[in-house]
Protein backbone atom coordinates (compact mmCIF):
# COMPACT_ATOMS: atom_id res chain seq x y z
CA UNK A 1 0.00 0.00 0.00
CA UNK A 2 2.67 2.46 0.90
CA UNK A 3 4.60 1.46 -2.27
CA UNK A 4 1.54 2.51 -3.94
CA UNK A 5 0.84 5.66 -2.22
CA UNK A 6 4.42 6.93 -3.28
CA UNK A 7 3.69 6.55 -6.91
CA UNK A 8 0.63 8.35 -6.50
CA UNK A 9 2.35 11.05 -4.99
CA UNK A 10 4.85 10.80 -7.51
CA UNK A 11 1.90 11.21 -10.19
CA UNK A 12 0.67 14.43 -8.20
CA UNK A 13 4.47 15.86 -8.42
CA UNK A 14 4.70 15.01 -12.18
CA UNK A 15 1.00 16.50 -12.89
CA UNK A 16 1.53 19.70 -10.74
CA UNK A 17 4.89 20.39 -11.48
CA UNK A 18 4.22 20.04 -15.09
CA UNK A 19 0.87 22.95 -14.99
CA UNK A 20 2.79 25.17 -12.94
CA UNK A 21 5.51 24.95 -15.80
CA UNK A 22 2.53 25.79 -18.04
CA UNK A 23 1.64 28.63 -15.90
CA UNK A 24 -1.55 26.37 -13.99
CA UNK A 25 -3.72 26.31 -16.92
CA UNK A 26 -4.97 23.13 -14.72
CA UNK A 27 -5.34 23.80 -11.67
CA UNK A 28 -3.01 21.17 -10.24
CA UNK A 29 -0.02 24.06 -10.30
CA UNK A 30 -1.01 25.71 -7.77
CA UNK A 31 -2.05 22.69 -5.26
CA UNK A 32 2.03 21.86 -6.39
CA UNK A 33 3.29 25.26 -5.75
CA UNK A 34 1.00 25.55 -2.39
CA UNK A 35 3.23 22.70 -1.01
CA UNK A 36 6.15 24.65 -0.56
CA UNK A 37 4.22 27.88 0.91
CA UNK A 38 3.24 25.65 3.36
CA UNK A 39 6.90 24.90 4.52
CA UNK A 40 7.02 27.97 6.58
CA UNK A 41 3.67 27.61 8.61
CA UNK A 42 4.32 23.88 9.17
CA UNK A 43 7.72 24.73 10.49
CA UNK A 44 6.42 27.27 12.96
CA UNK A 45 4.07 25.28 13.88
CA UNK A 46 6.21 22.18 14.75
CA UNK A 47 9.77 22.71 14.42
CA UNK A 48 9.69 24.35 18.32
CA UNK A 49 8.23 21.45 19.56
CA UNK A 50 10.56 18.87 17.91
CA UNK A 51 13.53 20.74 18.84
CA UNK A 52 11.86 20.80 23.04
CA UNK A 53 10.86 17.17 22.74
CA UNK A 54 13.43 15.72 24.72
CA UNK A 55 13.51 18.26 27.21
CA UNK A 56 9.80 17.87 27.82
CA UNK A 57 9.56 14.30 28.13
CA UNK A 58 12.38 14.46 30.78
CA UNK A 59 10.06 17.03 32.84
CA UNK A 60 6.71 15.01 32.41
CA UNK A 61 8.10 11.89 32.86
CA UNK A 62 8.94 12.55 36.09
CA UNK A 63 5.24 12.42 36.95
CA UNK A 64 3.20 11.29 33.93
CA UNK A 65 5.66 8.12 33.77
CA UNK A 66 4.69 6.67 37.38
CA UNK A 67 1.12 7.62 36.99
CA UNK A 68 0.85 5.69 33.78
CA UNK A 69 2.19 2.96 34.97
CA UNK A 70 0.04 2.94 38.00
CA UNK A 71 -2.83 3.02 35.81
CA UNK A 72 -1.18 -0.23 33.16
CA UNK A 73 -1.18 2.47 30.19
CA UNK A 74 2.06 3.41 28.37
CA UNK A 75 3.36 6.96 29.14
CA UNK A 76 3.58 7.53 25.14
CA UNK A 77 -0.14 7.60 25.17
CA UNK A 78 0.09 11.20 26.81
CA UNK A 79 1.69 12.53 23.55
CA UNK A 80 -1.94 12.07 21.96
CA UNK A 81 -2.92 14.76 23.69
CA UNK A 82 -1.32 17.09 21.04
CA UNK A 83 -1.49 17.19 17.36
CA UNK A 84 0.68 14.71 15.40
CA UNK A 85 2.50 17.88 13.67
CA UNK A 86 2.56 19.75 16.95
CA UNK A 87 4.72 17.37 18.85
CA UNK A 88 2.57 14.61 19.71
CA UNK A 89 4.62 12.29 18.11
CA UNK A 90 7.66 13.39 19.16
CA UNK A 91 6.70 13.33 22.67
CA UNK A 92 5.33 9.75 22.41
CA UNK A 93 8.10 8.88 20.98
CA UNK A 94 10.48 10.19 23.68
CA UNK A 95 8.11 8.89 26.72
CA UNK A 96 7.12 5.49 25.28
CA UNK A 97 8.32 2.36 26.51
CA UNK A 98 6.57 0.12 24.20
CA UNK A 99 7.69 1.41 20.61
CA UNK A 100 5.01 0.03 18.96
CA UNK A 101 2.61 2.16 21.45
CA UNK A 102 4.55 5.29 20.98
CA UNK A 103 4.29 5.11 17.16
CA UNK A 104 0.43 4.16 17.48
CA UNK A 105 0.27 7.35 20.08
CA UNK A 106 2.15 9.56 18.01
CA UNK A 107 0.98 8.62 14.83
CA UNK A 108 -3.14 7.79 15.15
CA UNK A 109 -3.84 8.96 18.52
CA UNK A 110 -2.58 12.52 18.06
CA UNK A 111 -3.91 12.79 14.46
CA UNK A 112 -7.29 11.51 15.78
CA UNK A 113 -7.74 13.01 19.33
CA UNK A 114 -4.85 15.22 19.65
CA UNK A 115 -5.31 17.06 16.48
CA UNK A 116 -9.21 17.86 17.88
CA UNK A 117 -8.22 19.38 21.24
CA UNK A 118 -5.58 21.56 19.95
CA UNK A 119 -6.23 22.18 16.71
CA UNK A 120 -10.23 21.72 15.05
CA UNK A 121 -12.19 23.33 18.76
CA UNK A 122 -9.82 26.08 19.13
CA UNK A 123 -9.84 27.17 15.19
CA UNK A 124 -13.17 26.43 14.34
CA UNK A 125 -14.69 28.28 17.30
CA UNK A 126 -12.87 30.74 16.44
CA UNK A 127 -13.96 30.70 12.94
CA UNK A 128 -17.24 30.42 12.96
CA UNK A 129 -19.69 33.12 13.46
CA UNK A 130 -22.01 32.97 17.06
CA UNK A 131 -25.31 31.49 15.70
CA UNK A 132 -23.62 28.69 13.88
CA UNK A 133 -21.11 27.57 16.72
CA UNK A 134 -23.88 25.40 18.79
CA UNK A 135 -23.91 22.94 15.14
CA UNK A 136 -20.07 23.35 15.55
CA UNK A 137 -20.29 22.37 19.14
CA UNK A 138 -22.71 19.61 18.67
CA UNK A 139 -20.89 18.41 15.69
CA UNK A 140 -17.85 17.83 17.80
CA UNK A 141 -19.47 16.05 20.28
CA UNK A 142 -20.90 13.25 17.71
CA UNK A 143 -17.29 13.09 16.73
CA UNK A 144 -16.15 12.63 20.47
CA UNK A 145 -18.75 9.77 20.78
CA UNK A 146 -17.38 7.86 17.80
CA UNK A 147 -14.10 8.95 17.83
CA UNK A 148 -13.32 5.23 19.66
CA UNK A 149 -14.33 3.82 16.39
CA UNK A 150 -11.27 5.60 15.32
CA UNK A 151 -9.08 4.71 17.67
CA UNK A 152 -9.63 1.10 17.49
CA UNK A 153 -9.34 0.60 14.03
CA UNK A 154 -6.43 2.69 13.91
CA UNK A 155 -4.56 0.44 17.11
CA UNK A 156 -5.52 -3.00 15.22
CA UNK A 157 -4.52 -2.42 12.15
CA UNK A 158 -1.13 -0.97 13.85
CA UNK A 159 -1.03 -4.10 15.25
CA UNK A 160 -2.10 -3.36 18.83
CA UNK A 161 -4.29 -6.56 19.99
CA UNK A 162 -8.27 -5.00 21.20
CA UNK A 163 -8.13 -5.49 24.37
CA UNK A 164 -4.41 -3.53 24.70
CA UNK A 165 -5.99 -0.71 22.61
CA UNK A 166 -9.00 -0.20 24.73
CA UNK A 167 -6.76 -0.34 28.16
CA UNK A 168 -3.92 2.46 26.43
CA UNK A 169 -6.57 4.42 25.62
CA UNK A 170 -8.07 4.55 28.79
CA UNK A 171 -6.77 8.24 29.56
CA UNK A 172 -8.10 9.82 26.44
CA UNK A 173 -11.42 8.03 26.56
CA UNK A 174 -11.61 9.59 29.78
CA UNK A 175 -10.53 12.96 28.89
CA UNK A 176 -13.06 12.60 25.85
CA UNK A 177 -15.91 11.97 28.20
CA UNK A 178 -14.75 15.50 30.16
CA UNK A 179 -15.03 17.28 27.09
CA UNK A 180 -18.17 15.75 26.10
CA UNK A 181 -19.66 17.00 29.50
CA UNK A 182 -17.99 20.39 29.59
CA UNK A 183 -19.78 21.09 25.53
CA UNK A 184 -22.70 20.00 26.78
CA UNK A 185 -23.07 21.62 29.95
CA UNK A 186 -20.83 24.86 29.15
CA UNK A 187 -19.79 25.35 25.40
CA UNK A 188 -18.36 28.91 26.06
CA UNK A 189 -15.98 28.26 29.06
CA UNK A 190 -14.90 25.11 27.21
CA UNK A 191 -14.44 27.06 24.03
CA UNK A 192 -12.19 30.08 25.97
CA UNK A 193 -10.18 26.70 27.54
CA UNK A 194 -9.62 25.07 24.40
CA UNK A 195 -8.51 28.69 23.00
CA UNK A 196 -6.34 29.13 26.01
CA UNK A 197 -4.51 25.60 25.69
CA UNK A 198 -3.61 26.09 22.28
CA UNK A 199 -2.69 29.60 22.97
CA UNK A 200 -0.40 27.95 25.58
CA UNK A 201 1.05 25.36 23.06
CA UNK A 202 2.00 27.94 20.46
CA UNK A 203 3.98 30.31 23.25
CA UNK A 204 5.52 26.96 24.22
CA UNK A 205 6.61 25.70 19.86
CA UNK A 206 7.78 29.55 19.40
CA UNK A 207 10.03 29.60 22.85
CA UNK A 208 11.18 26.21 21.86
CA UNK A 209 12.07 27.23 17.91
CA UNK A 210 13.76 30.69 19.53
CA UNK A 211 16.22 29.13 21.92
CA UNK A 212 16.97 26.29 18.89
CA UNK A 213 17.82 29.11 16.45
CA UNK A 214 19.99 30.94 19.24
CA UNK A 215 21.50 27.99 19.83
CA UNK A 216 22.54 27.21 16.19
CA UNK A 217 23.52 30.33 15.82
CA UNK A 218 25.57 31.23 18.94
CA UNK A 219 26.34 27.66 20.11
CA UNK A 220 24.35 28.93 23.62
CA UNK A 221 21.30 27.16 25.27
CA UNK A 222 20.06 27.96 28.44
CA UNK A 223 17.97 25.05 28.18
CA UNK A 224 20.02 22.29 27.95
CA UNK A 225 19.01 18.68 25.97
CA UNK A 226 17.10 20.43 22.92
CA UNK A 227 16.96 18.81 19.92
CA UNK A 228 19.16 20.51 17.30
CA UNK A 229 17.03 22.93 14.55
CA UNK A 230 18.44 21.44 11.68
CA UNK A 231 17.17 18.29 13.09
CA UNK A 232 13.64 19.81 13.01
CA UNK A 233 13.95 21.45 9.80
CA UNK A 234 14.61 18.34 8.54
CA UNK A 235 11.18 16.69 9.67
CA UNK A 236 9.53 20.01 7.78
CA UNK A 237 11.18 19.43 4.50
CA UNK A 238 10.18 15.72 4.28
CA UNK A 239 6.83 16.53 5.17
CA UNK A 240 6.47 19.04 2.65
CA UNK A 241 8.07 17.11 -0.28
CA UNK A 242 5.44 14.72 0.41
CA UNK A 243 3.00 17.32 -0.01
CA UNK A 244 3.66 18.40 -3.20
CA UNK A 245 2.94 15.02 -4.63
CA UNK A 246 -0.42 14.81 -2.48
CA UNK A 247 -2.09 18.33 -2.46
CA UNK A 248 -2.51 17.83 -6.50
CA UNK A 249 -3.08 14.33 -5.90
CA UNK A 250 -5.85 15.32 -3.36
CA UNK A 251 -7.50 17.99 -5.73
CA UNK A 252 -7.79 15.55 -8.61
CA UNK A 253 -9.44 12.93 -6.35
CA UNK A 254 -12.22 16.30 -4.84
CA UNK A 255 -12.77 16.86 -8.59
CA UNK A 256 -13.35 13.21 -9.30
CA UNK A 257 -15.75 12.96 -6.14
CA UNK A 258 -17.65 15.93 -6.85
CA UNK A 259 -20.47 14.77 -8.69
CA UNK A 260 -21.07 11.61 -7.05
CA UNK A 261 -20.70 13.39 -3.56
CA UNK A 262 -23.23 16.17 -4.76
CA UNK A 263 -25.54 13.33 -5.87
CA UNK A 264 -24.87 11.26 -2.59
CA UNK A 265 -26.01 14.87 -0.85
CA UNK A 266 -29.31 15.00 -2.55
CA UNK A 267 -30.34 11.86 -1.42
CA UNK A 268 -29.26 12.70 1.97
CA UNK A 269 -30.86 15.97 1.85
CA UNK A 270 -27.46 18.02 2.14
CA UNK A 271 -26.61 21.01 0.47
CA UNK A 272 -23.64 20.59 -2.25
CA UNK A 273 -21.54 22.73 0.24
CA UNK A 274 -21.78 20.43 3.13
CA UNK A 275 -20.94 17.51 0.63
CA UNK A 276 -17.83 19.30 -0.86
CA UNK A 277 -16.75 20.54 3.17
CA UNK A 278 -16.48 16.38 3.60
CA UNK A 279 -13.42 16.43 0.85
CA UNK A 280 -12.04 19.67 1.64
CA UNK A 281 -12.01 19.05 5.34
CA UNK A 282 -10.32 15.42 4.94
CA UNK A 283 -7.45 17.84 3.37
CA UNK A 284 -7.64 20.78 5.59
CA UNK A 285 -9.58 22.09 8.14
CA UNK A 286 -9.53 25.99 7.87
CA UNK A 287 -10.67 26.03 3.84
CA UNK A 288 -13.58 23.67 5.23
CA UNK A 289 -14.68 25.77 7.53
CA UNK A 290 -14.29 28.93 5.56
CA UNK A 291 -17.72 27.41 3.92
CA UNK A 292 -19.49 26.88 7.03
CA UNK A 293 -21.74 29.36 6.42
CA UNK A 294 -22.76 28.16 3.11
CA UNK A 295 -23.36 24.50 4.68
CA UNK A 296 -27.15 23.45 5.96
CA UNK A 297 -27.50 22.57 9.62
CA UNK A 298 -27.73 19.20 8.88
CA UNK A 299 -24.13 19.86 7.27
CA UNK A 300 -23.11 22.13 9.64
CA UNK A 301 -23.06 19.23 12.51
CA UNK A 302 -22.31 16.41 9.52
CA UNK A 303 -18.56 18.02 8.62
CA UNK A 304 -18.06 18.73 12.35
CA UNK A 305 -18.85 15.44 13.38
CA UNK A 306 -16.47 14.51 10.25
CA UNK A 307 -13.58 16.40 11.21
CA UNK A 308 -12.98 14.89 14.95
CA UNK A 309 -11.36 11.90 13.59
CA UNK A 310 -10.97 12.66 9.15
CA UNK A 311 -9.25 16.29 9.35
CA UNK A 312 -6.12 16.64 6.87
CA UNK A 313 -5.94 12.97 6.45
CA UNK A 314 -4.93 13.85 2.87
CA UNK A 315 -2.54 16.27 3.27
CA UNK A 316 -1.18 17.30 6.57
CA UNK A 317 -1.16 13.71 8.22
CA UNK A 318 -0.79 11.89 5.16
CA UNK A 319 2.52 13.44 4.42
CA UNK A 320 3.98 13.72 8.00
CA UNK A 321 3.27 9.67 8.27
CA UNK A 322 4.66 8.61 5.24
CA UNK A 323 8.07 10.89 6.49
CA UNK A 324 8.20 9.74 9.69
CA UNK A 325 6.26 6.31 10.59
CA UNK A 326 5.41 4.70 6.50
CA UNK A 327 4.41 1.52 7.71
CA UNK A 328 1.76 3.04 10.28
CA UNK A 329 0.08 4.53 6.68
CA UNK A 330 -2.44 1.88 6.65
CA UNK A 331 -3.31 2.59 10.18
CA UNK A 332 -3.94 6.09 9.92
CA UNK A 333 -6.10 5.84 6.51
CA UNK A 334 -8.28 3.25 8.38
CA UNK A 335 -8.55 5.05 12.00
CA UNK A 336 -9.69 8.08 10.04
CA UNK A 337 -11.81 7.14 7.94
CA UNK A 338 -13.50 4.77 10.09
CA UNK A 339 -13.78 7.41 12.80
CA UNK A 340 -15.02 10.13 10.24
CA UNK A 341 -17.51 7.46 8.88
CA UNK A 342 -18.86 6.62 11.81
CA UNK A 343 -19.39 10.39 13.08
CA UNK A 344 -20.81 11.30 9.89
CA UNK A 345 -23.51 8.10 10.05
CA UNK A 346 -24.53 9.27 13.42
CA UNK A 347 -24.98 12.81 12.71
CA UNK A 348 -26.93 12.06 10.00
CA UNK A 349 -29.33 9.26 12.46
CA UNK A 350 -29.65 11.67 15.19
CA UNK A 351 -30.63 14.90 12.95
CA UNK A 352 -32.62 12.52 10.97
CA UNK A 353 -34.42 11.52 14.59
CA UNK A 354 -34.69 15.70 15.08
CA UNK A 355 -36.69 16.52 12.49
CA UNK A 356 -38.95 13.86 12.74
CA UNK A 357 -39.54 15.23 16.47
CA UNK A 358 -39.92 18.71 14.91
CA UNK A 359 -42.16 17.73 12.24
CA UNK A 360 -44.37 15.23 14.75
CA UNK A 361 -43.59 11.89 13.75
Not at 6 to 17: E, K, N, Q, T
Not at 143 to 167: D, E, F, K, Q, Y
Not at 213 to 232: D, I, L, S
Request: charged share 15%; with cysteine; glycine share 14%.
Amino acid sequence: MNRVLMLIMAAGVIVGGIDSIRGNKGGYGSRFEEGFRLLGPTAMSMAGMICLAPVLADVLGRFIVPFYLKIGVDPAMFGSFLAIDMGGYQLAKELAIDGRIGNYSGIVAAAIFGCTVVFTIPVGMGMIKDGERQFFAKGIMYGLVTMPVGLLAGGILAGIPLRACLRQNLPTFVLAVLLLFGLWRNPDKMVRGFCTFAGGINIVIKAGLILAVVEYMCGFNPVKGMAPVKEAMDVVVSIGIVMLGSLPAAEFLQRRLKKPFTWLGKKLGMKPESMAGLLVGSVSVMPALSMYSDMDEKGKVANAAFLVSAASLLAAHMGFTISMEPELLGALFGGKLSGGAAAFALSLCLSGKAEGYKNGI
